[in-house]
């Protein structure tokens, strides 16, 4: 039994804590978990054409998100190549149709005739790397519904200011009541 994918504690923190584990236990956790260096890897010799390009937008992307994390660079290559084979196998559609000519051999004369008509195997392929792509960017909050349930904090150009404000020490309230 599979059951529900478990949310990161980043994000359980940033949600308010739901099923009531507690603030004080989930930031524990969130301390203990292991974390990746900062920044992913250079993109891979091989990528090219629209998997570079893809890889360029995704890791500057993933860098405003404070989400580029090095281990996490195979798993960005991989949303690359998905994307650039669904795109190829969206062109071959394109210009062969998503439909093409199942052909058999016929026994009385033996040769290849046509015998009706079966889905395009690029049809497959492109359906199949679409997956892998959404599940891609799901984990990393790129897509709509993702980013809903993915709650980062923007720091704001005056939060130095905000910050030495707060931190300075507090003025006690002068009591206006005499006690008689």
């Not at 026994?107 to 891609?136: C, D, I």
Request: charged share 30%; glycine share 8%.
């Amino acid at each position: 039994m599979r059951g529900r994918k478990p949310k990161p504690t980043e994000l359980q923190l940033a949600e308010g804590d739901p099923r009531k584990h507690g603030v004080h236990r989930l930031e524990k956790k969130l301390e203990a978990e292991t974390r990746g260096s900062r920044g992913l890897p250079r993109c891979p010799a091989h990528l090219q054409g629209l998997a570079r390009k893809a890889w360029k937008m995704w890791s500057e992307e993933l860098e405003r998100m404070n989400l580029d994390s090095r281990p996490d660079g195979p798993m960005l290559e991989g949303a690359c190549i998905a994307y650039e084979t669904a795109i190829e196998c969206y062109e071959t559609i394109k210009k062969q149709g998503r439909m093409i000519a199942r052909r058999i051999l016929d026994p009385q004369t033996n040769t290849l005739v046509v015998g009706g008509l079966k889905p395009h195997p690029a049809v497959a392929q492109m359906n199949a790397s679409w997956m892998v792509l959404r599940a891609f960017c799901s984990e990393f909050g790129l897509s709509p519904v993702s980013r809903t349930r993915l709650a980062v904090d923007k720091p704001a150009d005056g939060d130095d200011e905000l910050a030495a404000i707060l931190s300075q020490p507090r003025e006690r309230k002068r009591s206006t009541e005499t006690i008689n």
